[in-house]
């Protein structure tokens, strides 16, 4: 999953696309329960097509993660902060980028590790 403000060939806005097809997913997710709530679907205009979701499931199927988009933006940001020749934070206060104190994150997924998916974990 790409950040919202990666840049791809040319110059794309292939995060600002990635974003916006996670988005008409979600739309077509909520449009789905209120189908099988029996409630009324006044327009499914932004939904995501069923054929389009299975297309990019065949490119990568963790095109859109079960978890928050803030999770994914500090998991990337402690991934860039070690690759980038850093250790992994494990005190909060100590590493913060970007505004997001990397340290305190690092310590909130050890103590939740039982709670992430596999693919989290």
């Not at 490119?59 to 988009?69: E, K, N, T």
Request: proline share 7%.
């Amino acid at each position: 999953m790409p950040p919202a403000t990666a840049v791809g060939e040319h110059g794309y806005p292939v995060g600002t696309w990635a974003k916006n097809l996670r988005f008409a997913a979600r739309i077509a997710d909520q449009i789905a329960q209120r189908r099988e709530a029996s409630l009324p679907v006044e327009t499914s205009a932004g939904a995501l097509p069923e054929a389009r979701r299975e297309v990019l499931e065949e490119i990568d199927p963790g095109w859109r993660p079960a978890w928050d988009a803030g999770w994914q933006r500090c998991f990337r940001l402690v991934q860039a902060h070690v690759q980038g020749g850093g250790t992994v934070p494990m005190a909060a206060g100590k590493v913060v980028v970007q505004g997001e104190d990397l340290g305190r994150w690092v310590s909130a997924q050890r103590h939740g590790w039982e709670q992430f998916v596999p693919a989290q974990q």
